[in-house]
């Protein structure tokens, strides 16, 4: 993970092992604040994730295409509000 800047992280995971991916894409974006971005770099087009998050997370996230392959794809994913997390910490994040 980078911060680009204070409300902006990066995350790239093409290196990271398939089954270590989404438990840390869904750990950031659990943690994010409202109006903060998360700017996503995978190897394949994430539009299972897109479709993911519009099904579980209706609403809470923005999401842009910054590229669009056929070797890497990058994706802006903004934080729109906070209802909570999902990940049992009991937390205000």
Do not use: A, Q
Request: with cysteine.
């Amino acid at each position: 993970m980078t911060v680009v800047e204070e409300h902006i992280l990066k995350l790239d995971v093409r290196e990271i092992p398939h089954w270590e991916r989404h438990p840390r894409i869904f750990g950031m974006l659990n943690s994010l604040l409202p109006d903060y971005e998360l700017i996503l770099t995978v190897d394949h087009d994430p539009v299972p994730l897109y479709y993911h998050l519009e099904m579980h997370y209706d609403g809470m996230f923005g999401w842009e295409y910054l590229m669009r392959g056929p070797e890497i794809w990058e994706v802006r994913i903004r934080r729109k509000k906070h209802e909570g997390c999902n990940c049992n910490c009991g937390g205000g994040h």
